[in-house]
Each structure stands twice: as C-alpha cells, then as structure tokens.
C-alpha cells in the first residue's frame, strides 16, 4: 500500500520538519518513506509545501505528490478551496482549527462528507505545551488519529532523535495530547 | 537497481538504516572514505553536505583538515594542492559555484588528480533560480571529469563511495564528479542502507595510494606527490612540443575508466548486493522495446513507475539510463539501442542553438549503426520543473503517435515537455 500525504504550511513553521518525522517513523515501522520539501523563495510566513509518501515497495517516484490520500494543514489561514485540490475523493483532511466546523468546511469549499475531515487544536495546544506557536508536531498527534499512518512509539522515537532533552520531551507530550484531542467531524 | 542473486559479503542485514536526504547520504559517505582535505564554499542545494560534514570534524569522527574557504574556485584550488601532495580530496558544490570553478575543473583534470566532487545539479542563473536541472552539469561537460548521475538516495551513498575507488584507479587517474539533482535528491529523504566503516575502508584499500612516475631526474620511479624531501615539479609548462600528448593520455585514460566503472559496480554488488546497471547504463524493459526512453538522474524512477503501467497494458517500452555521461558509453547504448524503433532522449538542460547534449550524445552513438532508430529530443525540467507522472503518460502517448506515424518532421525533432504556451 502507498499512502501519500502533502504537508501545507508556513515558512518556519516545521512543515519540513513534521514530514521528516513521519517519514522516519514510518521507517521506524519498517516501511518505505520518503519525505521532501516544495521550497518557494525562502521566507518566513510564505506558503510552503512537504510530501511524505510511505509504501511497503521501494519508492521509485521522484515527483511532487499531486493527488494525495492525506492532506495535513499546519496553519488554518491557508484553508481554501485550493488547497483542496488533487486530494482523492476517499482522502482525509487534517487541519490546524479550534472552534467551529461549518466555517472550516466553508472555508474549504466542501460539504460535511465530502471527505473526512479531522480536527487538530494544534495552535491551542502548542501555544500551552511549548509556549510558542509551532504546530508541526502537533498536527503529527492528529495524524496518528487516523491509525493506519505511523504508531505513536515509532514517532516518539523520531522526535527523541530529532530533538534533545525538555524539547523532545515536550514534544511528545505534545503528540500525545494532540492525538486524543483531535476530533472527526 | 538491480536485486542479488548471490550471497553478498555485507546482505541487508549488516547494512543499517538511515532516514537521511542525498545531501545527508553523500556527507556521511564522505564520512566513511577517509578523506584527508574537505574544502568548499556552501551554496544551495549543496549546502546540507558541507553542514553535516562539518559536524564529523567538529565532533572529531573524522580526521579530515576541513578547510573553510572563500569561494569555489579557491576550493578547487584547495582540492588540487590537496590532492598532489598525495591527500584523498573531496569538495561539493552547483550551479553558479561550478561556474565559478570551471577554470579550475581543468588543471585538476590536466594534473591527473583523482578528487571527488559532488555536484546537487542546479539551474544556472538568470534568471536566478535554487532548483535542480542538469544546466551546471553540462558546463562542465569538456573539462575531463568522469561524471556520474545518480538515481536516488541511495545510489548518491554508494556512488559517492566508488567515485573515490574509479578516480584512484592506477589506470585512471581522474577526478570524479557524482550528480545528484538538486532537491529532488538533495533535499528529499530516503531509506538508505549504510556499510559499517570498516567495509568501506577495506573496499578503499586505507587511504589514497598515490601513483608512481618516471621522471628523468630520479634513478628510481617516485610517487607523483608533492614532497619537500623528494622534490618534483607539477603542472609545468607544456607548448606544442607535449601538451597535445598529454591531452591524449588524458583522452586515453577515459577508456579505461570505463572499464573501472564496470568493475566497481561488479565489485560494489559482491559487498552489498548492490549494483547499477552495467555501471554505465542501467536499462529497464529494453530487451524487447519499440520504443526507449532516455534519461539521467532522478527522473528515471517516475518514468520507470509509468512504463510499468504501460507494459502491464502490452506497450512494448522501455527506459535506458545513463549513468556515466562521462566516459560516455556509446557502444553500450548502440547495442541497447539498435533494434528499438523509436528513441526520445530527455535533456534536462537547453543548449541553446542546437539540439540538446544528451541528445548529441546518443545520436553519434547511434550513427555506425546500418538501421537507425527515430530519435526525438525533448527538453524538460528547467529550473527545477517537475516532471509529474501526468506529464509522463502524455510524453509516452505522444511517442506512440509518432511511431504509428512512422517518422519525425524536423520541425518536430526537439520539443518542449511541460512548458506552459
């Protein structure tokens, strides 16, 4: 099975970041991953763009994922129609939001079981748990939501590499709470 | 990438895994081959090689003399002083910081030093662009550098590694060039499986080997090495009385690379399990091919991944990559190529005026044949691009038509593939 997933955020919000964790925890599980960023002029606050793609079969694509099954948005000031486009119609939509669900599916152009679409108080919680606004590890507790995508020990093993000491122990409570804090709507 | 048949003296199972980017893949390759002299100057999308390597001298993994210096024709420079005082040499660079080079790309070639460089093959400006096309690449196309392009992460790791075995090659004697497209490999992570140090060091056989020479004013033959206490001159002047035989030797020196880059890669598959092709051209599907695609570099496994589909439907197609662009191995190509109707060859770089590079390539390899294949040109990627699976399937449809067709209006014959009108 291939499982694509693109990545929607801001420069220096971690979007890069977030797609190398799942992509090595992936690996961490024993698959095939691949991570890669869309890198526009970089600048902080532009809109940027990850890809991760997870297989059981050595991954022999290298280009952009253009039709994703997971759509990730770290950043709910980019939600659009736009952003929509590509995602399969069986694709899920994971995005950034606290508050109320129709404005999000009217922000995005789509009507309630268009897709599944899976809350993340990623900001909220980012804000309380690490004190700043980076929401990129965060929005990887709403992913492992979804079950099928990575485990939450093979995660936790990629952020205790990726970061050190309180950071990294932050970051996995962060994971973890963000995890049982996502809803489906 | 072609899987093992035999036993491997490393199997999968002693290699370990890293999640690691081309740029990553190539530093910790570097890591591990017991370079003497890293010099070079960061630039995009290179940048991350230097960082990491940095890191192994900071942290003292390596005992590499990291020289810091302030553009990419003093790194060259740095590399050829290196390198003739007999030390195992590495730099990394792209784009305009090849150009920058380019002068110097020759004296180390000339001097017959065998320095390794990774090139994450980027546009040249203007206008300025970060993103990875094959522009840089064939600047240096002349300069009498074995050039090698990779297909992914991992081949970027193992190529890495073999460049130093070809180079030092006692019948080669050249410097190495590795390519790896600039994002696309540079900066996307892998799975990639890792040799413990010590098969690598044992692969190299320790540190660089230098060469020995005849000279006229030693009895003995001496190592052609810089050394205050057996003094030798290096990069003397030569007019119309030996420069023309020098060139030749070094025109000479590619046939045997050619060879040596065949027996690495056999010698690299009895390590690992590994191997590329023939080393030189790493075809797919082409036994029975009406229609080849030609490619280099990291598109070859988004092409590859159609063509599977098209051949699950019955299309006879099939992809030949090349992976030494220099030494070009035209013979090789002939033999893949001569029963195929229709070839396009896919260049990631305009040569403005004429037909593409790889193209020019592939057409004179073709020519002593008696029954020559349709040959397409299709210039695609500038800048960076992306070569999308869509634009894949369109390209193949269209080759289809043109071999229904039967033959190529010359106004046809170079085209653009995912130019907006």
Known sequence: MLIEIRWHGRGGQGVWTASNIVATAAAYGGKYAQSFPAFGPERSGAPVLSFTRISDEPIEVHSMVYNPDILVILDYTLLSPRIVEGLKPEGVIVTNYTGDVNSVLERLGIKRGDYRVLLVPASKLALEILRIRATNTAMIGGLLKLGYVVKFEDVKKAIMERFTGPVAEKNTVLVERAMSETIEV | ?421
Not at chain 2, 35 to 40: F, K, N, S, T
Not at chain 2, 250 to 257: G, L, S
Not at chain 2, 367 to 383: A, H
């Open chain 2, 1 to 421: 990438m072609t899987t093992l048949k035999l036993t491997p003296k490393y199997p999968r199972e002693k290699q370990t895994i890293m999640m690691f980017n081309g740029d990553e893949a190539v530093a910790y390759a570097v890591k591990q081959c017991y370079v003497d002299v890293v010099a070079a100057y960061p630039i995009t999308p290179q940048t991350i090689i230097v960082e990491k390597f940095s890191e192994f001298v900071a942290n003292g993994e390596v005992h590499t003399e990291f020289i810091h210096v302030e553009s990419e024709h003093s790194a060259m420079s740095a590399c050829i002083g290196a390198a003739a005082t007999g030390a195992r040499a590495f730099t990394s660079t792209c784009s305009q910081g090849l150009a920058l080079m380019v002068e110097t790309l020759y004296i180390a070639s000339g001097l017959r030093l065998p320095i390794v460089m990774a090139v994450t093959n980027r546009a040249l400006s203007a206008p300025i662009n970060i993103h990875g096309d094959h522009s840089d690449a064939y600047l240096m196309r002349d300069a009498g550098w074995v050039m090698l392009f990779v297909e992914n992460v991992q081949e970027a790791y193992d190529t890495t590694i073999q460049a130093f075995k070809i180079a030092e090659h006692p019948e080669v004697q050249l410097p190495v060039s590795v390519h790896l497209d600039g994002f696309f490999l540079s900066h996307t992570m892998e799975n990639l499986h890792v040799l413990p140090d010590e098969a690598i060091y044992e692969f190299l056989g320790g540190p660089r080997k230098p060469v020995k020479v005849k000279v006229d004013y030693y009895d003995e033959e001496v190592e052609y090495t810089l050394n205050p206490a057996r003094p030798l001159s290096v990069g003397m002047l030569a007019f119309y009385d030996y420069y023309f035989e020098i060139k030749t030797q070094q025109v000479e020196a590619f046939k045997h690379a050619e060879r040596v880059i065949t027996e690495v890669n056999e010698e690299w598959y009895k390590l690992t399990g590994r191997k590329y092709g023939d080393g030189l051209v790493d075809p797919y599907a082409m036994s029975d091919a009406e229609i080849a695609i030609v490619v280099m570099g990291s598109s070859t496994g988004t092409i590859r991944n159609i063509v599977k589909k098209f051949r699950e439907r019955g299309v006879k197609i099939g992809v030949l990559r090349i992976r030494s662009y220099r030494p070009f191995p035209r013979r090789r190509v002939a033999e893949l190529l001569k029963d195929v109707k229709l070839v396009a060859v896919l260049d990631r770089a305009a040569s403005p005026g004429t037909l593409g590079a790889l193209y020019s390539d592939i057409i004179s390899s073709l020519y002593t044949l008696k029954e020559r294949p349709l040959v397409v040109n299709y210039i695609y990627g500038l800048g960076g691009r992306d070569l999308s699976p869509q634009l894949v399937h369109r390209l193949i449809e269209e080759l289809r038509e043109d071999l229904r067709r039967g033959f190529i209006p010359e106004e046809r014959l170079q085209r653009y593939l995912g130019v907006r009108e």
